[in-house]
């Protein structure tokens, strides 16, 4: 696992021990991004499910000024930090130990808002729909920015979750992306 382009080009950075992470293959990452950007002038993202914190680090390493990263696994955090090290943007991070639907509500009430959020939640958890009511009630998410959400390919998405309307979905076998621009 490496990260793609940008400042961190070719950086590799660490997996999470065990098997209870799927980090998001690199090619689905760079093709991604490279609709999305493929670089960025600025702006603050919030990495949910982090898990090796592949996709904050790729945005860190494409433009923009910040990252906050979410994870519920204390080996997943570890690995974060490592990865951030690794990246040398300490600066850029901040690293939370807390789930989701906490972590939202911890970011909201700190009055947080962000340009990129990166969803991806264990596939089979079907989570999706809630935190995106989530994030659009507590305004997490800046006008103009987008929400990204990797999910299984049989799991279908809704067209809007409040002021987030789905923009596209791409297929990479059994991995869908989705994107939600605030409207």
Not at 28 to 53: N, S
Not at 70 to 88: G, H, P, Y
Not at 109 to 121: I, M
Not at 176 to 183: L, P, R
């Amino acid at each position: 696992m490496r990260i793609v382009a940008g400042s961190f080009k070719g950086t590799v950075i660490k997996a999470v021990a065990g098997n209870k992470t799927r980090p998001t293959a690199d090619k689905v990452k760079e093709a991604v991004f490279h609709r999305l950007g493929p670089f960025f002038d600025g702006g603050e993202a919030l990495d949910l499910f982090a898990g090796t914190g592949s996709l904050g680090l790729e945005a860190l390493s494409r433009g923009f000024d910040s990252a906050v990263f979410v994870d519920q696994s204390s080996q997943a955090l570890k690995t974060i930090k490592l990865n951030i090290n690794q990246c040398r943007c300490e600066d850029q991070a901040e690293v939370y130990k807390n789930d989701a639907e906490r972590g939202i509500e911890a970011l909201a009430r700190r009055g947080r808002s962000f340009d990129a959020v990166f969803l991806d939640p264990p596939y089979a958890a079907g989570k999706i729909p809630n935190l995106l009511e989530k994030l659009d009630k507590h305004q997490l998410v800046k006008e103009e920015g987008f929400v990204l959400c990797e999910h299984a390919s049989k799991e279908t998405l809704p067209a809007q979750a409040g002021s987030l309307e789905k923009h596209r979905e791409d297929k990479y076998g059994d991995t869908m992306i989705t994107i939600y621009y605030k409207s």
